[in-house]
């Protein structure tokens, strides 16, 4: 176990920093490459924040459809082969609602403004 | 010398020989970054006065991606042809030559307006261009598939099935799991339309390929991924969730589909089969989820480092969320 502050705490002294301090000093195309750089430690903030619980919940998934348990790699390896071969579908319940679940939940991390995560949550909702 | 100021002088010299009148140019500078396609912006000037010209250009040192583009001197080729069926583009002066040594490309005139959707979607001064966009890029489309292209060698030849087998062998040489994208996989070759006499297709048609003006399109740009295709692929490719950047409107954000099709019909295009749209834009949502991951190849590789190529890698999930809501 590391020592304060966390992982959490030190990235969010360093978007502070980026933000206040360096950031109003840029211009065309850095300042547009600090902005993506923003948003690709937002990324790495909610992946840190809500990543290890998704990536749960998305094994417990997975070891339900394909009938044991295993590393989460291995088990989407699993899945991805059973899809191709044919031996799970789209149109399988138990497979849908893992994918969209497993889709929100990537969405939730990287684009979490993203329209289409808006959709599917009506989508589940009706 | 700087490399910029190296590369003016050199450009300068094949302007001056080419472009009839032109005695040096003025402020060269680069106007986008990202790929394998620089895009330039400088003055030509003559006795007359000065034009503002756009040089479109790939280096010579590029390698290929697994995304090919098509060669500049097509994409040349392709707007001028399509300029002549009355497709809104910019005029071309000038094809680079190998004994220029400025690289492949070609210089167009530079055409005011904006690309940036956002602006288009939100701002005041666009209202009407809003308003006309979707009858405008009707009246395009039908236009670009009146282009005969059928004889040009470098133009690629991609069916659906091709492009399904194209996109699938990019796919299993990452040698990763995406099982959306292999579901996907699955439903396109299931529901694989039957062939129609293929058509000139620009590739990447959509909202932000516009120079737009208060009035409405005044060119349609960026040919790189054209070929010889599918006559609903770029309705499909247009109407993909992603490029209504937030807005409700399923074209672009822009309109209803049942409009862009009426103005294509009104053009001269063939009746719409929306059957046949439905696949395009399920094969669009796979295309955009390709190019995401495209891009983290090219930050890997370091053909672009940059940290919007590495960024670009987690949209790849926008893709994956439209495609489960058109799927399931």
């Known amino acids: 176990m590391q020592n304060r502050p966390t992982a959490a705490e030190l990235l969010d002294a360093v978007k502070t920093f980026l933000n206040d301090s360096v950031k109003p000093e840029l211009m065309d195309h850095t300042a547009f490459n600090m902005m993506v750089a923003l948003k690709s430690l937002d990324i790495v903030q909610r992946e840190l924040e809500l990543g290890p619980e998704f990536a749960d919940t998305e094994r417990a998934r997975l070891t339900d459809i394909l009938g044991h348990d295993g590393k989460i790699g291995d088990l989407n390896a699993e899945l991805n082969e059973r899809l191709r071969a044919g031996t799970l579908c789209l149109d399988d319940p138990k497979v849908k609602a893992h994918l969209i679940e497993t889709t929100k939940a990537k969405v939730q991390i990287d684009q979490p403004k993203y329209s289409g995560l808006r959709h599917a949550e009506e989508k589940t909702n009706t | 010398m700087t490399k910029i100021n190296a590369f003016s002088q050199t450009l300068e010299a094949a302007v001056c020989r080419n472009i009839s009148g032109v005695q040096k140019i003025k402020g060269l500078h680069r106007l986008s970054g990202g790929g394998s396609q620089e895009t330039w912006c400088f003055d030509a000037v003559s006795a007359s006065g000065k034009k503002k010209l756009i040089l479109r250009r790939t280096p010579e040192s590029v390698s290929g991606d697994t995304w090919v583009s098509i060669p500049l001197e097509v994409e040349a080729e392709l707007i001028t042809r399509a ?229 670009i890698g987690r949209r790849m999930c926008e893709a994956e969320i439209d495609l489960l809501n058109l799927l399931t």
């Open chain 2, 83 to 311: 300029a002549k069926e009355g497709v809104p583009s910019p005029a071309i002066h000038y094809v680079l030559a190998p004994k220029d040594g400025a690289g492949s490309g070609f210089i167009v005139d530079f055409i005011e307006g904006e690309t940036f959707v956002r602006r288009i979607l939100r701002d005041d001064q666009y209202a009407t261009a809003r308003e006309k966009m979707i009858g405008q890029m009707g009246d395009a489309l039908a236009r670009i598939q009146k282009v005969d292209a059928t004889n040009i060698a470098d133009l690629p030849v991609l069916d659906a099935s091709a492009q399904i087998t194209r996109n699938k062998e990019i796919y299993r040489e990452w040698d990763e799991a995406h099982p959306v994208l292999e579901a996907t996989f699955v439903w396109l070759e299931a529901n694989i339309p039957e062939i129609k006499p293929l058509v000139l297709v620009h590739g990447d048609f959509r909202n932000g390929n516009f120079i737009v003006g208060p009035e409405g399109i005044r060119a349609v740009i960026d040919w790189e991924l054209a070929h010889l295709g599918d006559p609903a692929e770029d309705f499909g490719w247009t109407s993909i969730n992603v490029w209504r950047f937030g807005a409700d409107k399923p074209v672009g954000g822009l309109g209803e589909r049942e409009d862009f099709y009426a103005a294509y019909e009104a053009a001269g295009g063939a009746p719409v089969d929306h059957t046949r749209t439905h696949f395009w834009e399920v094969f669009g949502c796979l295309k955009w989820a390709m190019l995401c991951r495209l891009m983290v190849t090219r930050y890997e590789t370091g053909t672009d480092a940059g940290v919007e190529m590495a960024y």
